[in-house]
């Protein structure tokens, strides 16, 4: 029923596949009682996507460094689409369309056979902003213009987050090709300036959620998110209350949900280098996850609580095709 609600409130662009809905399963396929009753040459043939229907990957820090492919990713899809092993990219990256994210993996050397198997936050959030446009309500992006038009189209009501004067809601895309810091500082002034005028300020609504990412040579580098606790800090000393965030992207519920509803089934395993968005946000929305120590794990081991244990650890993507990746134990 889960399925079935989700792809009939389905906003994306593409229908869902063909793959057949089922339950998750409730016990694991390397549990004890299942070794006791499995034939050994079964128990090796048996690898981790075998227990799944679809693969759900992060892009950056798992596929890609900025716009080149890390070792082994091409090989990975590749093996996939040769098996025919259904499989979509879930990403926050939001500095273009989904054909336009598509053409850049694509030309990253990523054979993604075609386009509706990106799922990215920009492509959720399209829905939710043209609403609010729809309501009449002003709406500003932090990111570059490109990006804003080649996700919403064009609007009388849709600005750039560094010139207006004033915005009901703020949508935090990317922070590429634009000024970020001028950009914080004129929305800084812009919630100071609404919040003494009417005691309140804008909504967020946070396409790429990413507040960290890996960036070259095992640097971190800020994500477009930090605008939210820099906002919130900076407002601060004015007794300004908590801001209201609605995520779109990882680890919000929305694009995983989105994914279910593609891919016909909730049985799909994520695939992140991440614990705050890939690994959490799938759990948070009942989904297996597998952390692989690349992208972010770089530049050191990512702590996790209980909310952020990932039911496997791999050091490579081609582990999802071994049969002795086990569940991992904190």
């Known amino acids: 029923m889960r399925v079935r609600a989700l792809q009939e409130g389905y906003h994306g662009y593409f229908p869902a596949s063909k793959a057949r809905p089922v339950q998750p399963q409730k016990e694991s396929a390397y549990a004890p009682t299942a070794a006791l009753h499995s034939p050994p040459e079964l128990e090796r043939a048996q690898t981790l996507i075998d227990r799944y229907d679809a693969i759900l990957f992060d892009a950056m820090g798992v596929l890609i460094s900025e716009n080149d492919a890390l070792p082994g990713a091409a090989d990975i899809l590749a093996r996939l689409?040769?098996?025919?092993?259904?499989?979509?990219?879930?990403?926050?990256?939001?500095?273009g369309s989904d054909e336009t994210i598509?053409?850049?993996?694509?030309?990253?050397?990523?054979?993604i056979p075609?386009?509706?198997?990106?799922?990215?936050?920009?492509?959720?959030?399209?829905h939710r902003v043209l609403e609010e446009l729809s309501a009449g309500r002003l709406v500003s992006y932090v990111g570059s213009a490109h990006a804003a038009h080649d996700i919403f189209g064009k609007h009388p009501n849709l600005h750039c987050a560094d010139t207006a004067e004033t915005f009901d809601t703020l949508v935090v895309l990317d922070d590429?090709?634009?000024?970020?810091?001028?950009?914080?500082?004129?929305?800084?002034?812009?919630?100071?300036?609404?919040?003494?005028?009417?005691?309140?300020?804008?909504?967020?609504?946070a396409a790429n959620a990413d507040i960290i990412y890996p960036g070259k040579n095992s640097s971190l580098v800020?994500?477009?998110?930090?605008?939210?606790?820099?906002?919130?800090?900076g407002l601060a000393p004015f007794g300004a209350p908590p801001i209201s965030v609605e995520l779109m992207g990882k680890p919000g519920r929305a694009?995983?949900?989105e994914c279910i509803a593609r891919a016909g089934t909730d049985r799909l395993l994520m695939v992140g280098d991440q614990v705050d968005t890939d690994i959490k946000?799938?759990?948070?929305?009942?989904?297996?996850a597998l952390l692989v120590t690349t992208g972010l794990n770089n530049s050191g081991e990512l702590r996790h609580d209980e909310n952020g244990a990932p039911a496997y650890?791999?050091?490579?993507?081609?582990?999802?095709?071994?049969?002795?990746?086990?569940?991992h134990r904190r």
């Open 114 to 126: 075609a386009v509706d198997r990106i799922v990215s936050a920009g492509g959720v959030a399209r």
């Open 313 to 327: 650890v791999a050091k490579t993507l081609s582990q999802i095709f071994d049969g002795d990746l086990f569940p």
């Open 255 to 257: 694009i995983f949900e």
């Open 81 to 95: 689409n040769m098996s025919g092993q259904p499989y979509y990219i879930v990403t926050n990256i939001s500095s």
């Open 222 to 233: 800020f994500g477009p998110s930090i605008i939210g606790p820099m906002l919130q800090a």
């Open 281 to 288: 946000g799938a759990k948070a929305a009942g989904l297996d």
């Open 176 to 205: 590429e090709g634009f000024d970020f810091k001028r950009a914080a500082d004129h929305i800084l002034s812009t919630f100071h300036r609404r919040l003494i005028e009417t005691g309140e300020m804008p909504r967020i609504i």
């Open 102 to 111: 598509f053409a850049r993996l694509r030309d990253a050397g990523l054979p």
